[in-house]
C-alpha cells in the first residue's frame, strides 16, 4: 500500500537544480542550495490531502483511499430584487465524484486541517467532475436556503484547488460487500456496488495525474534585482527597476502600470494598486463617466471633461472583506481622480501594497458594483441584471495614500482603508 510519504515529490531549483522542498505549500518557495527565492507556477489545480493519524496506513482493516473535493474559497455577492447588495465570505467544497456519494462537502475541515501539497497524483483518484460543475452546484446549494429573490450572484477572487479526504475501502469477499468509511467522520459506513469499485480502482491505473509544477526565480528579468516575496501576489513590483511582470504563459511578462503623479512628498506614503476599468454599458443609460456620476450623485456637478469619458470603474487589486471590498471600489469609481494624465511609473523604493486580485476576477465584481451605486435609484437597478458589459481598456494604476494613525488614506478622495483590513485581505 502507498501512503502520502512515499508519492511526496520534490521540485528542482532552474536556476541550479537544486532540490526545493514542496512540503510547505506556499506558492513562494526557496532552493535549498543556492537560496533563491522561487514563485511557483502549477499547471491545473493545486492538489492536497488531509492528514490521516500515524500508523492508519499500516492497519490490514483496509485499503487506504484519497477521494477527491473540489475547494472555492473567496467573496460571494448577492443582488436581491430589493435594491441590496449582500456580501459574505466563501469557503465551500463539493464532491467531485458523480458515481460514489461520499457525502456532498467537507465541512470546515480544509480550514482547520493542515493540507498537504501533493506533486506526483498516481494514487489519487481523478476527479468526475470540472471546477465548472463543482461550482454550479455550490450556487444551487446556497441559494436554496435564500427566502428573498435574487437576480444574480458573482464570486469573486474564488481560488479553486482540488482537496483528497482520506477513506478506507474494506472488502469482504465471502459476502461479496464492500464498505467505504471515511477517516475523518465524513461519512458512515455504507455498502458501495462492486461495479462501482471496480470502476474506481481501475482510475488508479490509468494515465498518470501529474500535477506539473513550473518554478520560476523571483529575479527581476530586466535588472536582475530580487523581487518581492509577497505571498499570494499575481503581479509583482521590482524594487529597483519599478518594472511590473506577471506570469504569462509560464513566464514572467511585462504588466503595463501607471501611478497617479501627485505634488506632495512622497516620504509618508504608499501606493495602493487598483484595476482601473474603462467601460461600455448596453442597456443602461449611462454612456459616460459623468452619467454614472449624476445616476448616483445628483445633487453634484462632476468635472465637465467627465461627459467625453468613458464609464469607469476603480476596483481594488488587493484583497478585502466583502463589504469594504465594495465600499472602496464604489468611491474610488466616483473621486474626482484625474486619470488622463500619461504613463508615469513609481519611482524605486516607494512603499507598494502587491497584486493579489487578478485582473479576471475583478471584472467579475464590475455588476455587483454598479448594483451597490445604483441601489438607491430603482429604474436603473433593475436593469442592471440584463446589462451588456464590453470592456474597453484596462490597465493598473497605483493611487497615493498616506498612513494617518492606524488608517490609509487617500490624497484624492480622502477615503480610508483600516490598515489591519489589508492584513487581513491576505487570507482571503
Not at 467505504?180 to 455504507?190: A, D, H, N, P, S
Not at 505571498?231 to 504569462?248: D, E, F, Q, Y
Not at 476603480?314 to 464604489?330: D, E, H, N, Q, T
Not at 484625474?338 to 524605486?348: A, E, I
Request: charged fraction near 20%; aromatic fraction near 8%.
Amino acid at each position: 500500500m502507498n501512503t502520502y510519504k512515499s508519492w511526496k515529490a520534490k521540485g528542482y531549483c532552474p536556476q541550479c537544480g537544486g532540490p526545493v522542498d514542496l512540503e510547505a505549500g506556499d506558492p513562494l518557495l526557496s532552493c535549498s542550495f543556492c537560496k533563491t527565492r522561487l514563485y511557483m507556477v502549477p499547471r491545473g489545480p493545486l492538489r492536497y490531502t488531509l492528514p490521516v493519524k500515524d500508523g492508519l496506513t499500516t492497519r490490514r482493516e483496509g485499503r487506504l483511499l484519497y477521494l477527491p473535493y473540489w475547494r472555492f474559497k473567496g467573496l460571494r455577492y448577492k443582488v436581491f430584487d430589493q435594491r441590496q447588495v449582500n456580501g459574505s465570505l466563501l469557503d465551500t467544497t463539493v464532491t467531485a465524484l458523480s458515481d460514489i456519494d461520499t457525502g456532498s462537502s467537507l465541512g470546515i475541515r480544509p480550514q482547520v486541517a493542515t493540507l498537504n501539497l501533493v506533486v506526483n497524483g498516481n494514487h489519487l483518484i481523478p476527479p468526475q467532475k470540472n471546477a465548472k460543475e463543482a461550482l454550479c452546484i455550490a450556487e444551487k446549494r446556497l441559494l436554496q436556503f435564500e427566502e428573498d429573490t435574487v437576480l444574480f450572484e458573482r464570486f469573486v477572487g474564488e481560488t479553486q484547488c482540488l482537496i483528497y479526504a482520506p477513506f478506507i475501502l474494506m472488502e469482504f469477499p465471502r459476502r461479496g460487500r464492500y464498505v467505504l468509511k471515511g477517516v475523518w467522520g465524513i461519512c458512515t459506513e455504507q455498502e458501495i456496488d462492486k461495479s462501482k469499485i471496480t470502476a474506481l480502482l481501475k482510475s488508479l491505473d490509468g494515465s498518470s495525474q501529474q500535477n506539473s509544477l513550473h518554478f520560476l526565480p523571483l529575479i527581476c528579468p530586466e535588472c536582475g534585482y530580487n523581487l518581492p516575496a509577497a505571498s499570494g501576489a499575481v503581479a509583482l513590483l521590482c524594487r529597483n527597476c519599478s518594472r511590473a511582470w506577471w506570469v504569462k504563459r509560464s513566464r514572467f511578462s511585462p504588466l503595463a502600470y501607471r501611478a497617479l503623479k501627485i505634488s506632495a512628498s512622497s516620504k509618508d506614503l504608499s501606493f495602493l494598486p487598483f484595476w482601473h476599468l474603462t467601460l461600455g454599458l448596453s442597456g443602461l443609460p449611462i454612456k459616460s463617466r459623468s452619467d454614472l456620476r449624476l445616476s448616483v450623485i445628483s445633487y453634484q456637478n462632476p468635472p465637465e471633461a467627465w461627459s467625453r469619458e468613458a464609464v469607469q470603474i476603480l476596483i481594488p487589486a488587493f484583497k478585502l472583506s466583502p463589504r469594504l471590498f465594495l465600499r472602496v471600489a464604489g468611491n474610488m469609481s466616483l473621486a474626482p481622480i484625474d486619470l488622463s494624465q500619461g504613463d508615469q511609473g513609481l519611482k524605486p523604493g516607494q512603499r507598494t501594497e502587491p497584486v493579489r486580485l487578478p485582473l479576471e476576477e475583478a471584472a467579475q465584481a464590475v455588476k455587483v458594483i454598479l448594483s451597490y451605486l445604483l441601489k438607491r435609484h430603482r429604474k436603473l437597478y433593475s436593469l442592471i441584471p440584463k446589462t451588456r458589459l464590453r470592456l474597453r481598456h484596462t490597465r493598473l494604476v497605483y493611487l497615493p495614500f498616506k498612513l494617518q494613525g492606524r488608517e490609509f488614506v487617500d490624497l484624492c478622495s480622502g477615503q480610508a482603508i483600516p490598515a489591519n483590513a489589508i492584513e487581513l485581505g491576505k487570507s482571503i
